[in-house]
């Protein structure tokens, strides 16, 4: 069975950081656009970062550009969304999805896994 599991959220302060991971289990990342997005309270999800496994290529929505990264770990399985500068607007559920079709972007109706999705809170 396919899954993805995310970890890493929490609390923090404005202007502070977290790492969040992105773990498959069933499957690994060769071959898949994985992508973050969020979904903060009384709005529509929204997409944050992709990447391509199959030639590395990343995007990133403007609001996140020059802050957040993201990247593959050595164990094919993970991929990570190091978020720095972290602003209260930045306050959502954060999601991994994955697609193995040739897809490349941030349509969340593209994407056939998700992960339950982790909590992060920016507050001072």
């Known amino acids: 069975q396919l899954q993805l599991v995310e970890s890493g959220g929490g609390y923090v302060q404005p202007g502070g950081s977290l790492r969040l991971s992105c773990v498959a289990s069933?499957?690994?990342?060769?071959?898949?656009?994985i992508a973050w997005f969020r979904q903060a309270p009384g709005k529509e999800r929204e997409g944050v970062s992709c990447l391509s496994t199959s030639d590395g290529s990343t995007y990133y929505t403007d609001s996140v550009k020059g802050r957040f990264t993201i990247s593959r770990g050595n164990a094919k399985s993970t991929v990570w969304l190091q978020m720095n500068s972290l602003q209260p607007e930045d306050t959502a559920i954060y999601y991994c999805a994955a697609t193995g079709s040739t897809y490349y972007g941030l349509l969340f109706s593209e994407y056939d896994y998700w992960g339950q999705g982790t909590q992060v809170t920016v507050s001072s």
């Open positions: 069933g499957f690994t990342f060769n071959y898949y656009t």
